[in-house]
């Protein structure tokens, strides 16, 4: 794709989409910058610490006199630091109102948003027409948690023609193949071997790699490149929850796996697992689990569980 002049933002926004977020803010530091740059700068650094966790310092930092952009970053710390209704209230307020409503920040935090609350119509509504490459992502994710991989593979399409070379089409390529699978799970493992050799390795590059031996059935291999990625971050979910997918594969103890789990738990991780796991993890720790995140994936199929034993309990009765 053509540019009209250098993109100063380049290798910052490189930095954030393989999910190097520290270097990203070290990267910002960029001088002479067009007004509309410095917010789309600001915006990549506060969603850079927003995925670090630091959700209270983008939210005091970011007041009600910034540009949309930021205030709708602002709405997404606030979501994740769980003020959920507060922050999906004006988020749909900001998108009713028509001088702001369009704005492509707010909309890709719109989308972000309400894929979190799984209401992927509603993500759709406002992400669909996409306008900017992160929104064409950001679609090609939301039909693969929609198991429509026909529909992301046509956005991939729209993004390849845009820029074939682009790092999130070159993602979202790799997150197509391995919805696809077969001969596709290779191509995927080459291109997060290709980022893995040209870039800084990062939890999000190691565990791309680590998925696709999963699905190759490389498993120890997996495991290796799962607790590389834990090494950079002990708090990374992604890692996290597929090292207890990996040792199940592996046959590994309970106890072996079960560490990783009580480590999501004690942190009140906000992450669905989505590979289906025994809901008898979740039962290891019922309490804890519970009042540290009730609407974890793991607790719903565990009161799930419970309600249909009461139910064939009574049926016996």
Request: hydrophobic share 40%.
């Amino acid at each position: 794709m053509a540019s009209s002049g250098p993109d100063h933002l380049f290798n910052l926004r490189n930095s954030f989409y393989l999910g190097a977020y520290q270097d990203a803010i070290n990267k910002s530091d960029i001088p002479n910058l067009s007004p509309d740059d410095a917010v789309e700068r600001d915006s990549i650094v506060y969603r850079s610490y927003i995925a670090l966790g630091s959700y209270q310092l983008v939210i005091s930092e970011i007041d009600s006199s910034a540009p949309t952009a930021l205030q709708a970053v602002k709405l997404l710390a606030l979501y994740l630091a769980g003020d959920k209704e507060s922050a999906i209230a004006s988020l749909q307020e900001w998108l009713n109102d028509a001088a702001i409503g369009n704005n492509h920040v707010l909309r890709l935090i719109a989308g972000i948003i309400y894929m979190h609350e799984q209401n992927y119509v509603e993500a759709l509504k406002h992400t669909n027409s996409g306008g900017t490459m992160e929104l064409h992502a950001l679609n090609v994710q939301i039909y693969l948690k929609m198991h429509r991989s026909d529909h992301a593979e046509k956005q991939l399409k729209i993004m390849l023609q845009i820029d074939e070379d682009h790092t999130l089409t070159q993602l979202a390529n790799a997150w197509v193949n391995l919805a696809v699978g077969g001969s596709k799970i290779q191509e995927a493992y080459l291109i997060y071997q290709d980022f893995s050799e040209k870039n800084q390795m990062t939890p999000l590059i190691l565990n791309g790699k680590a998925v696709c031996c999963i699905h190759m059935g490389h498993f120890d291999e997996a495991e290796s490149l799962f607790l590389e990625a834990l090494n950079k971050d002990a708090k990374d979910s992604e890692t996290l929850a597929n090292l207890v997918v990996c040792s199940l594969h592996l046959g590994k103890s309970p106890a072996r796996y079960l560490k990783y789990v009580s480590v999501m738990l004690h942190m009140g991780i906000r992450h669905g697992l989505h590979v289906a796991l025994d809901p008898l993890l979740a039962l290891r720790h019922p309490a804890q689990l519970k009042l540290s995140h009730p609407d974890h994936m793991l607790v719903q199929r565990a009161s799930s569980a419970e309600d249909s034993f009461e139910r064939a309990a009574q049926s016996i009765a």
